[in-house]
């Protein structure tokens, strides 16, 4: 069965998003089809909670954002890449605003602007601790009103169609029937986020499962910097709690971290202590974890505000917690570091284009420049929204050149429903926790190879039994994972230094080659 559109856009985050809402502005008469996976809302732009960087009290600069960003990134940034994105926050906040984000304010009507790791200002624009949210609603509601965005929920890609470095669009299940379409399309857009679930802890949710990038590297490709995985020091912890954050404003605000005994320990660490960047706080409490040998450890709000300015500036972190009977206005909360951001991705210019011709990649699955080896706090929503526009104004000025290029029908071959979804997940389940365990935080050279000899071996089974089984979203999902994680441990492996969010302690030292990490098919 074929569909034919002008667009295709696969997600239905903040990138995916902002890209319909302004290539349909800047050409109504273009035909957008945008697919989401799950529910439309079900996406790492939701969950956010800290909020969007962008230049806004007279004591900051773009030159001193800039700079925050090229230290987080440890060499590997893309300085112009940086200064684009930069300097256009201001503009693309406004137009937030003017969509409708009531973005929090103080007391003298001010937006109140929060400050997070790493960075040098306050320059954190939030809604509270629920900005994702709020960004995500109040997008999907413009994009719903236009008349040339067609919005298909619980459809899940499968596979690009390209070949010779040139796709054509995608084939994609339809998870309410079950049927699988051929989408054709001039031009199709990844915009599907990050890969956390490829991490037994993760603050993701289940949709990122590295879906774009997996799909991206067979169309040929070319994947980078995929051994930057941020991991994020502070994911509740609870046994019934599934991904949930613990936002770094409560740390910017000045909560303090403690190990189960109350005692405090980050000084040892960093001068920056609690507001180190994110990789050395995440470390730092691995670190803890292994000494002690507990499970946990704990961040303290209680001690240093009081309930009302908890319960206002945190109301989310503070409902969520409360349904596990945690009182964040009374006790410490359990955390742990969790798998969080993906820094690499595919290799792309600011406007989303690729080596493979037709085929775009924005937001969390692109790999731009601007994080190079650590993302700074709050740059990925404003880089989701920034590369979106890019994009659009790309596509809206070439599309017309663009010809549809008709495929195939998908081949169902003698696929049988599996009997066997006991196999997807024990293999789900052996990948994220040798990822966590390898792959992790700290790793080393050993820990790595033993890493890349069981994802072979999974590699491997998978791929005998991928076309044997109908096709389901588990099992898309686990091709995709299992794809993704050797990705990461190739281009672990192939770094011999320690750089950014890259901690290899057989290489405590930076080398002085400053480069990208790059794969491309076959590696
Ligand atoms: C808990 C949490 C807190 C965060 N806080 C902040 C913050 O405060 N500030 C900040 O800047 N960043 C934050 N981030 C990071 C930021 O939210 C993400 O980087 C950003 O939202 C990614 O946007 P995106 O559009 O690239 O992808 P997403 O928002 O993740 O959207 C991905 C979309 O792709 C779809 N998709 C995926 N695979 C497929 C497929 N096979 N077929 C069809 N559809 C598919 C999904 O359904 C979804 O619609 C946070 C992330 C998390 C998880």
Redesign the pocket.
């Known amino acids: 069965m074929k569909i034919k559109t002008d667009i295709l856009i696969?997600?239905?985050?903040?990138?995916?998003?902002s890209l319909a809402l302004k290539l349909s502005h800047l050409a109504p008469d273009i035909q957008i089809l945008l697919?989401?996976?799950?529910e439309?809302k079900?996406?790492?732009?939701?969950?956010?909670?800290?909020?969007?960087?962008s230049v806004w009290s007279k004591s900051d600069s773009f030159q001193k954002h800039i700079q925050d960003t090229l230290i987080a990134g440890d060499g590997l940034c893309n300085e112009d890449v940086v200064r684009l994105i930069i300097t256009k926050a201001p503009e693309v906040i406004k137009e937030l605003i003017e969509m409708g984000i009531k973005f929090t304010k103080n007391a003298d009507g001010d937006y109140d602007l929060g400050k997070e790791g790493g960075h040098s200002e306050r320059r954190?624009l939030?809604v509270n601790d629920l900005?994702?949210q709020n960004v995500?609603e109040v997008l999907i509601k413009q994009v719903r009103k236009l008349p040339n965005v067609d919005i298909k929920e619980h459809?899940?890609?499968?596979n690009l169609y390209a070949t010779n470095f040139r796709c054509d669009g995608a084939y994609?299940l339809d998870q309410n029937t079950g049927d699988i379409y051929g989408i054709v399309a001039k031009a199709t857009i990844l915009?599907?986020?990050?890969a956390?679930k490829i991490y037994l802890y993760t603050?993701?949710?289940d949709?990122?499962?590295g879906?774009?990038i997996a799909?991206a590297y067979r169309a040929g490709a070319i994947i980078a910097n995929m051994e930057f995985y941020q991991f994020?020091p502070t994911c509740l912890y609870h046994p019934y709690a599934k991904?949930f954050?613990i936002?770094?404003a409560i740390r910017g605000e000045g909560a303090i971290l403690k190990d189960i005994n109350g005692s405090e320990f980050m000084e040892g660490y960093h001068p920056l202590k609690e507001l180190a960047p994110r990789d050395i706080v995440s470390r730092a409490i691995d670190a803890e974890l292994k000494r002690t040998g507990d499970d946990h450890v704990l961040l303290d709000i209680a001690s240093y505000k009081s309930p009302n300015f908890i319960k206002s500036h945190f109301p989310g972190v503070y409902e969520n917690c409360i349904k596990f009977n945690i009182d964040i206005t009374k006790d410490p909360i359990p955390v742990v570091p969790a798998a969080?951001?993906c820094c690499g991705g595919v290799l792309t210019k600011i406007n989303g284009s690729t080596k493979v011709k037709n085929l775009y990649v924005?937001?969390?699955?692109a790999c731009t420049g601007l994080h190079g080896a650590n993302r700074l706090?709050?740059?990925?929503?404003?880089?989701?929204l920034v590369c979106g526009r890019e994009c659009a104004e790309f596509l809206a000025k070439t599309l017309k050149d663009n010809k549809i290029n008709e495929f195939e029908d998908w081949e169902p071959g003698h696929a049988v429903p599996s009997t066997e979804a006991v196999v997807l997940t024990q293999n789900w389940d052996e990948i994220r926790r040798f990822m966590w365990n390898y792959v992790g935080i700290v790793r080393t050279d050993k820990r790595l190879q033993r890493a890349k000899k069981r994802i072979n071996l999974l590699l491997d089974e998978i791929n005998q039994y991928y076309w044997d089984f109908k096709i389901e979203k588990n099992l898309?999902?686990l091709r995709?994972l299992a794809t993704v994680a050797k990705l990461i441990i190739v281009s672990a492996i192939s770094r011999k230094e320690s750089r950014g969010i890259h901690y290899n302690i057989d290489y405590l030292t930076k080398s002085s080659m400053i480069r990208p990490t790059t794969l491309r098919r076959p590696w």
Request: with cysteine; charged share 15%; net charge negative.
């Open positions: 696969i997600g239905g985050g903040i990138s995916g998003l697919i989401t996976k799950e439309i079900e996406c790492n732009t939701f969950y956010a909670q800290g909020g969007i960087a954190i939030h900005t994702g995500e459809w899940c890609a499968i994609v915009a599907t986020g990050g956390g603050t993701n949710p949709v990122a499962s879906d774009g799909m994020h991904s954050l936002t770094e969080h951001y924005i937001g969390e699955s706090a709050s740059n990925s929503l404003l880089e989701g898309v999902e995709n």
